[in-house]
T-cell receptor, first 115, second 115 residues
């Protein structure tokens, strides 16, 4: 079974530039998550989708971050304009359903450095 | 607001020792608790998932316990090996609130097994 795919793996941009990350969840998984993990910290949820609808985006900095999940499969996370403090790993994860005891599966992450 | 704490932040032990990693959470109204492993430069790999009605789960040399009433979980690793070196994160899934169900992570314990 293929895992959660993410790209690009690494990105270096200057502050005020924009960047986009792509995620393809495990086939059949209705729930998709984007997490931000700053070095030395645990992951923090940015946004959670159920199919193509947003379930929770309470911690997404909406002035600069946006995410979409068209057709309920792939998702993109965009940052515009980037700030130095956005340097982090952006992890995409998926699970079968939102409200369940199912395991959450993570991709390998997209590493962002803002200089 | 759920808060998850992992102690210690880092641990170094000789190969072959049995060890315990600790995780505590402030709100006992949880849905489940999951332990993950994160290798440098990689995403998170699920190790064990304990439902709120369960007391423990075992997989190979790993055993995770859950005590909801005291807000604690432990991950026991038997006969540690250098390949166990990684960061271990626990994450608590809360009850459904407003249609969403948050997964809150601890900061992780960085484990080093010395040959």
């Amino acid at each position: 079974e293929a895992g959660v795919a993410q790209s690009p793996r690494y990105k270096i941009i200057e502050k005020r530039q924009s960047v986009a990350f792509w995620c393809n969840p495990i086939s059949g998984h209705a729930t998709l998550y984007w997490y931000q993990q700053i070095l030395g910290q645990g992951p923090k949820l940015l946004i959670q989708f159920q199919n193509n609808g947003v379930v929770d985006d309470s911690q997404l900095p909406k002035d600069r971050f946006s995410a979409e999940r068209l057709k309920g499969v792939d998702s993109t996370l965009k940052i515009q304009p980037a700030k130095l403090e956005d340097s982090a790993v952006y992890l995409c994860a998926s699970s079968l359903k939102v409200h369940s005891g199912n395991t959450i599966y993570f991709g390998e992450g997209s590493w962002l450095t803002v200089v | 607001k759920q808060e998850v704490t992992q102690i210690p932040a880092a641990l170094s032990v000789p190969e072959g020792e049995n060890l315990v990693l600790n995780c505590s959470f402030t709100d006992s109204a949880i849905y489940n608790l999951q332990w993950f492993r994160q290798d440098p430069g990689k995403g998170l790999t699920s190790l064990l998932l304990i439902q709120s009605s369960q007391r423990e789960q075992t997989s190979g040399r790993l055993n995770a316990s859950l005590d909801k009433s005291s807000g604690r979980s432990t991950l026991y690793i038997a006969a540690s090996q250098p390949g166990d070196s990684a960061t271990y994160l626990c994450a608590v899934k809360g009850e459904i609130v407003g249609g969403a169900q948050k997964l809150v992570f601890g900061q992780g314990t960085r484990l080093t097994i010395n040959p």
